[in-house]
T-cell receptor
């Protein structure tokens, strides 16, 4: 019930295209859904996050769509650029006795080709 | 720069040895998490400490242990090392104060190579 399923495992997108990564969860106690971006040899860094009281959040070219009833959320990268090539992790977190318990997806390796 | 520091950056050692990885969280962050990331793998959660106390355990081997000190820095101890322990080890920290939490700030990682 703690699992967060992420797909696809890898994704190749043409420059200027839309990259879409999907995640699904089971536990309705999750109340914070961040996406992390990781470049090779670096630690993951928060990209964008959403709480379940909104259905969409947009920051620049990055948008999270959230479907509470389906227990799914997705990351859309518009106008994908080669600099977006990285591994993306979705995560879900919940309050667990006063501290946050975070579960990560398995990651999606995105390659944007010129 | 996330504000989380990890030392050393690289570590090369032999099988059977013991190593200690160190993490200093961001100023004010009370929670420290340790993750293992093998080549082309996802983030495997190992263990979490909150203000000096162990809060959650993931897939941490018995050969591994961790602690968080009163100054909030944390150490991950890996003993009886095996070839398969070669990986990137990340530390992350977060604030843990009510609903406006959840974001973890990751350090640059320690790359461990066991020969």
């Amino acid at each position: 019930q703690q699992q967060v399923k992420q797909s696809p495992q890898s994704l190749i997108v043409q420059k200027g295209g839309i990259s879409i990564i999907n995640c699904a969860y089971e536990n309705t106690a999750f109340d914070y859904f961040p996406w992390y971006q990781q470049f090779p040899g670096k630690g993951p860094a928060l990209l964008i996050a959403i709480r379940p009281d909104v259905s969409e959040k947009k920051e620049g070219r990055f948008t999270i769509s959230f479907n509470k009833s389906a227990k799914q959320f997705s990351l859309h990268i518009m106008d994908s650029q080669p600099g977006d090539s990285a591994t993306y992790f979705c995560a879900a977190s919940m309050d667990s006795g006063g501290y946050q318990k975070v579960t990560f997806g398995t990651g999606t390796k995105l390659q944007v080709i010129p | 720069d996330s504000g989380v520091t990890q030392t050393p950056k690289h570590l090369i050692t032999a099988t059977g040895q013991r190593v200690t990885l160190r993490c200093s969280p961001r100023s004010g962050d009370l929670s420290v998490y340790w993750y293992q990331q093998s080549l082309d793998q996802g983030l495997q959660f190992l263990i979490q400490y909150y203000n000096g106390e162990e809060r959650a355990k993931g897939n941490i081997l018995e050969r591994f242990s961790a602690q968080q000190f009163p100054d909030l820095h944390s150490e991950l101890n890996l003993s009886s090392l095996e070839l398969g322990d070669s990986a990137l080890y990340f530390c992350a920290s977060s604030v843990e104060l009510g609903r406006e939490t959840g974001e973890q700030f990751f350090g640059p990682g320690t790359r461990l190579t066991v020969l």
